[in-house]
């Protein structure tokens, strides 16, 4: 089946700065990859997502990009806040969808 | 609209008691889904259902079981609970279930702990 590695775990940025999380796929079958984030005691929420027909998505200041040779995608978010700390999660799908193991952004201000 | 909720918030239980968690969504959508979230695991899908009436099983279905017999309602009962299924339990749904590129919503979770 489909296996999800994401990283970094732990990922700690000045506030204004850029955060990019990576995460690789192992089933080239896979055509959906969205990413979640998670606050404290909540469940996660859809942030961002891509097909695999495309290769790059934005939505301000977050972004995600798709590699299907290397079968790797990563979230990038510009300009951070302190309100983006939480915890981030990439998933791949192609029906059945698996999540990687998250990442925890800290911001400090 | 409340989305989806879920039943109890968090639960202490005595290994070998029956547990149900309680999901109820009020989007009308056809699928739903149970995970657990485990630190450094992230959320791994126990059992799933595609549309009322129907059941299916995730990646880790094993000591667990779920029902489906309306399209709002999506029970997940552990019959004799043990310490190794102590966790978070996060219920979600989406619109459709045959359309791969769908979004999930999800509950606030309920921590469980076995003891």
């Known amino acids: 089946g489909e296996n999800v590695e994401q990283h970094p775990s732990t990922l700690s940025v000045q506030e204004g700065d850029s955060a990019v999380i990576k995460c690789t796929y192992s089933d080239s079958a896979s055509n959906y990859f969205p990413w979640y984030k998670q606050e404290l005691g909540k469940g996660p929420q859809l942030i961002i997502d891509i097909r695999s027909n495309v290769g790059e998505k934005k939505d301000q200041r977050i972004a995600v990009t798709l590699n299907k040779t290397a079968k790797h995608f990563s979230l990038h978010i510009t300009e951070t806040q302190p309100e983006d700390s939480a915890v981030y999660f990439c998933a791949a799908s192609k029906g059945d969808m698996r999540f990687g193991a998250g990442t925890r952004l800290t911001v400090k201000p | 609209i409340a989305g989806i909720t879920q039943a109890p918030t968090s639960q202490i239980l005595a290994a070998g008691r029956r547990m149900t968690l309680r999901c109820t969504q009020d989007m009308r959508h056809n699928a739903m889904y149970w995970y657990r979230q485990d630190l450094g695991l992230g959320l791994r899908l126990i059992h799933y259902?595609?549309?009322?009436?129907?059941?299916g099983k995730g990646e880790v279905p094993d000591g667990y079981s779920v029902s489906r017999a309306n399209t709002d309602d999506f029970p997940l009962t552990l019959a004799s609970a043990v310490p190794s299924q102590t966790s978070v339990y996060f219920c979600?749904?989406?619109?459709?279930?045959?359309?791969?590129?769908?979004?999930?919503?999800f509950g606030p979770g309920t921590r469980l702990t076995v003891l």
């Open positions: 979600a749904s989406s619109a459709r279930s045959t359309r791969s590129y769908n979004e999930q919503f």
């Open positions: 259902s595609n549309t009322a009436g129907t059941t």
